[in-house]
């Protein structure tokens, strides 16, 4: 009886995999995942624009939602943040396909599994933002983290838990940067050849080291509200940049890491093609 279980069991666990896999493969959701990069990608653009201006005149806030505001005062800007909803959503399900069979790659299993659940959620929570954007009713990212450190902080070891967010958060950073720098990126799509493969490998490579400092001194930021209780400078890209622009030089560095944002944005776009799937 145990056996005969134990054979159901994985029989069912076989259905549940090939269904998945017939999920991820299926174009009806390769299609929209692709308007999901496409539409991140332009999302980027955007926020590169913004960081720019940030850098060079220290006003405005540079983030997603930011950049999704931006969107809105476009005439029909609704359907395009529609459009860009629907292919964030398809991405994650994609990502979460992903994060079930762990086809291919390299490293441990359950740390690439928890990479594409992490990008999963990450891309979910920007779609639901687009969707609040379309429907007038538009959630402040900055705003929204601060909110979310304070409720950290007066929980009882809540400085513990959000100084361990930010080097979480550090940890992300650090990963994309080593990405860019090793050009892992290149795994994830149809490098072409000649002149447009290199040119695509060059927006990669400076795109992912910008991303990657703009989200470590996110991170860095986190953990210095964590230190000083000031739930106030926890408000994620935004208190990143913030952290950035009191270096020496920290507007020319934002500006820097803003035409490297719009790198990666143009580098994103491109995968909507070129990605493997």
């Not at 332009?42 to 005149?57: C, D, N, P, W």
């Not at 892992?184 to 447009?196: E, K, L, M, N, Y």
Request: proline share 3%.
């Amino acid at each position: 009886m145990t056996s005969a279980k134990a054979e159901g069991a994985e029989a069912g666990k076989a259905d549940v995999r090939k269904a998945v896999r017939v999920a991820g493969d299926s174009k009806l959701l390769e299609i929209p995942a692709r308007v999901g990069f496409a539409a991140s990608g332009v999302i980027q653009v955007l926020l590169g624009g913004l960081a720019i201006q940030f850098g060079a005149t220290h006003v405005g806030e540079a983030d997603q939602t930011g950049a999704l505001e931006e969107v809105t005062k476009v005439p029909g800007g609704f359907i395009v943040l529609w459009v860009a909803a629907i292919g964030l959503f398809a991405l994650a399900l994609w990502l979460l396909t992903e994060a079930i069979l762990v086809r291919g790659g390299s490293g441990s299993a359950w740390a690439r599994r928890l990479q594409h659940l992490s990008k999963a959620v990450a891309y979910a929570v920007f779609g639901f933002t687009a969707v609040a954007f379309a429907q007038g009713h538009p959630t402040h990212a900055s705003d929204t983290t601060r909110q979310l450190s304070t409720g950290i902080l007066s929980t009882p070891g809540g400085q513990l838990l959000l100084g361990v967010a930010g080097l979480v958060v550090c940890g992300v950073g650090v990963y994309f940067v080593v990405k860019g720098v090793r050009r892992r990126f290149r795994r994830d799509i149809q490098v072409p050849s000649g002149t447009a493969g290199r040119g695509v490998t060059i927006l990669g490579v400076v795109g992912y080291l910008a991303k990657g400092i703009v989200v470590g001194a996110a991170g860095a930021a986190f953990i210095l509200a964590a230190i000083r209780v000031q739930p106030a400078n926890a408000t994620g890209l935004t208190g990143g940049l913030d952290t950035l622009v009191q270096l020496p030089f920290g507007g020319l560095l934002i500006v820097v890491l803003g035409v490297g944002l719009i790198a990666s944005g143009v580098y994103n776009v491109a995968r909507a093609w070129l990605a493997r799937f």
